[in-house]
């Protein structure tokens, strides 16, 4: 029986119907601006629809449905995250969506959801231990041991982006300060170019967001900019590098990882170079020597993640 995956974003929804090993069906709709949980619910609900019926199905052949939802999940409840709006307290998302659409529902951390989907079907088949990293606005990461998906005692492994790569570093998101997100998420790397924009150091960041018609610095003027040889760019995404280079090395040393897959918007858009110069970087501070481990990128896109969802609810049912 086919399965679908829901992967919640703080911009889009993505919807796969996964049978085997195929995408049969698929779509994408905008996450809910306002509203409330009901609201959020429900554009599940349509988005699981819409799929099925781009595979010529009904919500009732489904077997099953899987969610990758950003935060901490913890017995198929969420608490959303910073990015998903209408989620202001902790919300019983599975069995809330399971009455909606008359099927049983497993919720699982949305980058977790896509490091299993990379562990099956992508990047990383195969391997029994591997961390998913995800750089974007933020920065995500997901966890497979012994080939299944890790989420700790309760619910909060695999953030990545909060490791501490240096004590007393710059001020992260999440309160804190020498996150990995701190210095390698496009949101802060964004607030830091706009601080020494206003102190003079010159950056072609936003004049290129501008004529793309942005109003925020997207990763591609990150990579338009990173073309044109922007110093500041160049600079900070050193920084950003160094930064994961240091978790991701502490990471592999502290649990024999076999692959690190790397992939998010932002490392999707700087491709290849981005990818080489985080393993060069990282390469000398892991304890096993030669290197074993890789790191790869994604394989998988923008599906991935509802992908991963989907082959967890399969597997859960």
């Not at 554009?43 to 781009?54: I, V």
């Not at 993640?305 to 597997?315: F, T, Y």
């Amino acid at each position: 029986m086919p399965t679908v995956g829901l992967d919640l974003g703080g911009t889009n929804i993505y919807a796969v119907v996964l049978e085997g090993e195929e995408v049969i069906g698929s779509t994408k709709r905008s996450t809910p601006n306002d509203g409330d949980v009901g609201d959020l619910v429900d554009e599940l609900r349509k988005a699981a629809k819409k799929a099925a019926e781009d595979a010529d199905l009904s919500l009732g052949d489904l077997d099953a449905v899987g969610v990758g939802s950003p935060g901490i999940v913890s017995d198929g409840t969420i608490d959303g995250g910073p990015n998903v709006r209408g989620v202001r307290e902790r919300f019983p998302l599975a069995s809330t969506l399971s009455e909606a659409v008359g099927t049983p529902v497993s919720v699982v951390n949305d980058v977790t959801a896509a490091a299993i989907g990379e562990q099956r079907l992508g990047a990383a088949q195969g391997a029994q231990a591997s961390l998913t990293v995800f750089v974007g606005t933020g920065v995500g990461g997901g966890l497979v041991l012994d080939g299944q998906p890790y989420e700790g005692s309760f619910g909060g492994a695999g953030e990545f982006g909060h490791m501490i790569v240096r004590q007393g570093g710059a001020m992260c998101g999440c309160g804190r300060r020498g996150c990995v997100e701190a210095y390698a998420g496009r949101r802060a790397m964004e607030v830091a170019a706009e601080r020494a924009n206003a102190g003079g150091r010159r950056t072609r960041l936003f004049d290129i967001a501008a004529e793309k018609g942005k109003d925020r610095i997207t990763s591609g003027v990150f990579r338009a900019a990173l073309e044109e040889g922007d110093e500041l760019l160049t600079a900070l995404l050193s920084e950003a590098v160094e930064a994961l280079a240091a978790g991701i090395a502490s990471s592999v040393n502290l649990l024999d990882l076999e692959v690190v897959v790397l992939g998010g918007g932002l490392a999707d858009k700087l491709g290849e170079p981005f990818r080489a110069d985080l393993e060069r970087v990282m390469a000398p501070l892991l304890f096993l020597q030669p290197p074993r481990m890789r790191l790869v990128r994604a394989a998988l896109g923008d599906e991935g993640g509802a992908i991963g969802a989907a082959v967890v609810a399969r597997e859960r049912a």
